[in-house]
């Protein structure tokens, strides 16, 4: 990613005490803070740090980015972990988040002189990976699948009515009666492992997970899952026949 395609992923909030924040500009991001540490000399004092300003406003408000380290720089040499698009929002304890070119600047050239080491905290744009989740209807629904998109730790209850997919009332808690359940026909081991209540009220369909509970766990890529909704709640309540053919 270049500080470029990264721009469109910040957005800057105002803060009501006064000041401004950066945000990801929308949920498929998150945001991680590092801190590094720039050693430099009374011969080399720079940075060797490259900004460019994606947008400003009147009051000195802004969104600058790294768009990269110099070559032969006091930054690119100390081999620190700076990345195009990230933002600076504090030198040597200097606050810098949201602010424009110039102000940003102007904190950086009044760090402490040379030979003391620069001391940055940056934030960083991180991709969340996510599920696509195709969704099955009952035949006697007549309804063409639906694709939905889970985030990890978002139950599928909350995705799927979220995304207008009407489900029956649900109690989470004891009483549930497994209305909310659903059939995993893809991707289960995407999910986080059922708590021994999920477990004991599903103990006779092994395929079946309760919107209520299941959740995406942690992925390290983008995944796919196939799920069916409403399934056939007689299968679960009535005693086991292998015989039978489970919906």
Same mark, same amino acid.
């Given at each position: 990613m270049t500080a470029d395609s990264m721009a469109a992923l910040? %957005?800057?909030? %105002?803060?009501?005490?006064? &000041?401004?924040?950066?945000?990801p500009a929308s949920g498929e991001w998150e945001m991680s803070?590092?801190?590094?540490?720039?050693?430099r000399t009374l011969e080399s004092p720079g940075l060797g740090i490259m900004l460019e300003e994606y947008g400003a406003a009147a009051d000195g408000a802004g969104l600058t980015l790294i768009t990269g380290l110099a070559d032969g720089g006091n930054a690119a040499l100390s081999g620190v972990d700076l990345q195009p &698009?990230?933002?600076?929002?504090?030198?040597? &304890?200097?606050r810098t988040e949201g602010l424009n070119y110039d102000l940003t600047i102007d904190a950086l050239v009044s760090l402490p002189a040379a030979p003391a080491p620069a001391v940055l905290t940056v934030k960083r744009l991180v991709k969340l990976f996510?599920?696509?989740?195709?969704?099955?209807f009952p035949p006697e629904e007549k309804r063409e699948? %639906?694709?939905?998109?889970?985030?990890p730790g978002r139950t599928f209850r909350q995705a799927l009515i979220m995304s207008g997919? %009407?489900?029956?009332?649900?109690?989470?808690d004891l009483q549930c009666l497994c209305k909310c359940g659903m059939v995993v026909r893809k991707g289960r081991k995407l999910l986080v492992p059922e708590a021994s209540q999920e477990r004991q009220m599903l103990k006779k369909e092994k395929d079946w997970r309760l919107t209520c509970r299941a959740i995406v766990g942690k992925l390290e890529q983008d995944e796919e899952m196939v799920i069916r909704i409403r399934p056939d709640i007689e299968n679960i309540m009535a005693p086991k026949d292998p015989?039978?053919?489970?919906?």
């Open positions: 910040w %957005k800057v909030l %105002k803060l009501d005490e006064g &000041g401004q924040t950066l945000a803070t590092v801190q590094v540490e720039i050693p &698009g990230d933002a600076i929002v504090s030198a040597c &304890g200097a996510g599920v696509t989740c195709t969704v099955m699948n %639906k694709i939905i998109k889970l985030p997919v %009407k489900l029956d009332s649900c109690n989470d015989n039978a053919w489970r919906t």
